[in-house]
Nanobody
Framework: QVQLVESGGGLVQAGGSLRLSCAAS????????MGWFRQAPGKEREFVAA????????YYANSVKDRFTISRDNAKNTVYLQMNSLKPEDTAVYYC?????????????????WGQGTQVTVSS
């Protein structure tokens, strides 16, 4: 069992930056792929970024590529999402997720463990 707690959300103007953190419980953090997903009101939860246990494999949604950076610190059981050049369309609740994915690290159904989410609001 893994428990995840996100932090770092807030209100920011367009063009600004935020860094989200996700702290995980347990001693097997490095064995899990970690993903960030987001859900805007009235929309499906969508993939943002994912990172393998070692950090060697990283994937991004096209909509955030070159603006967002995912990273992890296995010594601190924490995964990060650095978000730069934020746009109003990035406004959503952001969730981190943990799992041992088999088919695709961008598939939300591959992740059994989820945090409670943190709100990111980007004003224009």
């Amino acid at each position: 069992q893994v428990q995840l707690v996100e932090s770092g959300g807030g209100l920011v103007q367009a063009g600004g930056s935020l860094r989200l953190s996700c702290a995980a419980s347990g001693r097997t953090f490095s064995r899990y792929e970690m993903g960030w997903f987001r859900q805007a009101p009235g929309k499906e939860r969508e993939f943002v970024a994912a990172i393998s246990g070692s950090g060697g494999n990283i994937y991004y949604a096209n909509s955030v590529k070159d603006r967002f950076t995912i990273s992890r610190d296995n010594a601190k059981n924490t995964v990060y999402l650095q978000m730069n050049s934020l746009k109003p369309e990035d406004t959503a609740v952001y969730y981190c997720a943990a799992g041992n994915t088999y088919y695709s690290m961008s598939d939300r159904y591959e992740y059994p463990y989820w945090g409670q989410g943190t709100q990111v609001t980007v004003s224009s």
